[in-house]
């Protein structure tokens, strides 16, 4: 089953990225987990280091560490480095059938952190 249908069928254009963020992550709630490798998850994130960002990423996760994880952000198209303490909140594991309406909807926000 695909939890995310729902969300990318009320979609109208104009929504703001936190917004669908949240609309997200209330249909994937029941799925708050720690990361693991080889699984895909959004969460909220604030670095603590200088630099542009994503404030709503979705990362395929490769490597799991005591500090954080590491993974390919879908919004950056590249891999980043993510710190549990830098994670607001949960982190929601989402199944390889619902990536390609994630990516359809524009929840990634893009920020500088100086």
């Not at 995310?4 to 799925?31: A, F, H, K, N, Q």
């Not at 979705?58 to 549990?84: C, I, P, Q």
């Amino acid at each position: 089953m695909n939890r995310i249908s729902p969300v990318l069928d009320r979609l109208i254009g104009i929504e703001d990225p936190d917004e669908l963020m949240t609309e997200i992550t209330e249909v994937v709630s029941d799925t708050a987990t720690a990361p693991q490798a080889g699984q895909f998850f959004l969460f909220s994130y604030q670095p603590s280091s200088s630099g542009r960002y994503d404030a709503n990423p979705l990362v395929a996760v490769t490597d799991v560490y005591s500090w954080g994880f590491r993974g390919t952000n879908f919004h950056h198209g590249e891999a980043r480095s993510y710190s549990f303490a830098n994670v607001s909140g949960s982190t929601y594991r989402v199944y390889p059938e619902e990536i390609t309406d994630l990516q359809a909807l524009p929840f990634g926000r893009m920020r500088l952190n100086s």
